[in-house]
């Protein structure tokens, strides 16, 4: 405690409390100035307390920044996908990161454009110049997908996934009223292109392609069924 007894202690004009002995027969204080230092000692330990305070009210603030809105960057990429977990012909292991990392284009002088199979994430005044593409979701769209938008701009809009339109063929599509369909290359029949549809012929057809057209790669072909489908050991 500061004060030892009221009637022994004085003030000085800077403030500072000091403790003196009364002079008989003065009427006035005889101020003797003692060691200020358990005083420093105590105003050290209220000035640390004070900016803690200051310190955790700032750093609370920061977290709840952080919580409402997210850094740009951070958002990475999923690696690996397993697909076909319902397939008779077993499950499917794909390495997206290979195909967005790795020269695995149709040239194979680049990694894969997202949009090649996240097609409806760019304006639908592009994907209308890749027909049979319609749709663009959102539909009011005005990026497109890339890596780099991906991790840095958190305001992109929410990535969308094959199921979600192409679901199996007795559910309900997420994003969509029902499944959508293309006509046949020859004729007029149609093909609902639920996800086993969508799968094989974005998949297979870009593999059979390359295989086609080029001489230093071989991936599986969509009539190498067992080369991609997995089934569990028994």
Request: glycine share 6%; charged share 25%.
């Amino acid at each position: 405690m500061i004060f030892r007894r009221a009637q022994n202690v004085t003030r000085d004009r800077s403030g500072i409390f000091e403790v003196g002995k009364y002079a008989k027969g003065s009427g006035q204080f005889a101020v003797g100035k003692e060691k200020r230092k358990r005083l420093s000692m105590r105003r050290i330990i209220i000035g640390s307390c004070l900016l803690a305070l200051l310190i955790s009210g700032s750093a609370t603030s920061v977290i709840n920044s952080y919580a409402q809105d997210p850094p740009a960057r951070g958002r990475k990429p999923h690696e690996v996908y397993t697909l076909g977990t319902e397939a008779k012909l077993g499950v499917v292991t794909f390495s997206h990161i290979d195909h967005i990392t790795k020269n695995r284009n149709l040239a194979g002088t680049a990694p894969m454009a997202c949009i090649e199979c996240h097609h409806t994430a760019q304006p639908v005044s592009e994907v209308l110049k890749h027909p049979p593409l319609k749709t663009a979701w959102p539909a009011d769209r005005t990026s497109t997908l890339t890596a780099d938008l991906f991790e840095k701009d958190p305001k992109a809009p929410e990535m969308v996934v094959c199921r979600d339109c192409h679901s199996r063929t007795d559910t309900k599509p997420k994003l969509l009223p029902e499944l959508p369909q293309i006509k046949l290359e020859e004729g007029t029949a149609l093909i609902t292109l639920n996800n086993q549809q969508a799968y094989h012929r974005n998949c297979g057809g870009c593999h059979d392609e390359i295989v086609k057209t080029r001489t230093d790669a071989s991936p599986p072909t969509s009539k190498k069924c067992m080369v991609c489908h997995k089934k569990a050991a028994a």
